[in-house]
């Protein structure tokens, strides 16, 4: 792309998601750090706009002279009672991108973990169609939280024909019981912060304890990493993810 707006001098608007890992600068990809850099503009969500946030402190970690712009995002609660300022906060956030884009500018927008993953980002596109952009977007893939806690902990998170789910825990442990179901799966639960002792209490109930871990505010200076069941009454930070290992491994499993 930079090659043939080397030799067109055509440039045309670029939206690019930039998966900025859990929160370690150092698991930054390279890939993220030449997006960032070849960016026009990069704006990181934030909930107070005069503190930076997540994703922001990550990448200036990294770059310190990085130029951001911060957009208003509403995050109070994942769930259907903040569905409405939540969309409000994505219209008015794509709102502040439309200029930008419409003078052709390549605007990155820095996410945790991947884009693609349970991310604000395909929220910020959905709200620049409703307002009538329809212009190129792109992803730069991310590490997860999961990986990171994996890797934290020595943890195999899959191995042979072993299957993963990766279920929230938002508003309970439905989905963490369902994907219990079947022994030979490996789980990751994401946003389970609030029950995080009803998750403790789910996976000793069946059996489920053995090398179950969890690792809240990975990557940030007060991270926490543990076997699940150290986790205690609860509840976590928000930032909670929990790897649940499949049971009955052999030795050969590959
Ligand atoms: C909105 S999702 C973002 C997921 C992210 N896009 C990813 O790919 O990992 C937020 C959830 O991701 C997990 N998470 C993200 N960053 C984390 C961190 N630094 N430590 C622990 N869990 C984290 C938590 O389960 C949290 O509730």
């Keep these: 792309m930079a ?13 690019t998601g ?18 960032l850099r070849r960016a026009d503009r990069v704006v990181a969500p934030t909930t ?15 770059l310190p002279d990085l130029a ?12 259907a009672g903040g569905e409405v300022a939540r969309k409000a906060s ?13 003078s ?3 605007v990155a927008f820095v996410t945790l973990g991947d884009p693609n993953i349970y991310s604000t980002f395909p929220s910020l596109v959905h709200a620049l169609g409703d307002l009538g952009w329809h212009g190129t977007v ?3 893939p991310g590490i997860t939280a999961f990986q990171a806690l994996a890797a934290e902990t020595g ?15 938002l508003d309970g442990v439905d989905h963490v019981a369902d994907a219990l179901e079947d022994p030979e799966r490996a789980i990751v639960i994401y946003k389970g912060g609030r029950h995080i002792a009803a998750v403790a209490q789910l996976l000793a109930e069946r059996g489920r304890l053995g090398g179950a871990v969890f690792g809240e505010r990975l990557g940030l200076d007060d991270q926490r990493v543990g076997s699940i069941d150290e986790v205690g009454d609860g509840p976590a930070s928000y930032l909670v993810t929990v790897v649940v290992p499949p049971t009955g491994r052999s030795e050969s499993g590959r």
């Excluded at 001098?9 to 670029?14: F, Q, S, V």
């Excluded at 107070?48 to 946030?53: A, F, I, L, S």
């Excluded at 024909?161 to 825990?169: D, I, M, Y």
């Design 3 to 15: 090659d043939r707006e080397a030799s067109t001098g055509d440039k045309t608007a670029l939206l």
């Design 18 to 35: 930039i998966g900025v890992g859990p929160g370690d600068p150092g698991l930054l990809t390279l890939a993220a750090l030449d997006a």
């Design 48 to 62: 107070d706009t005069d503190v930076p946030g997540r994703a922001e402190s990550i990448v200036t970690a990294a």
């Design 68 to 79: 951001v712009d911060r957009l208003l995002f509403d995050m109070s609660r994942d769930g």
């Design 90 to 102: 994505h219209l008015a956030a794509a709102a502040r991108l439309l200029p930008w884009l419409s």
């Design 104 to 106: 052709d500018e390549h």
């Design 138 to 140: 792109a992803t730069v």
């Design 155 to 169: 943890t195999v998170l899959l191995d042979g024909t072993e299957s993963l789910s990766l279920v929230t825990a």
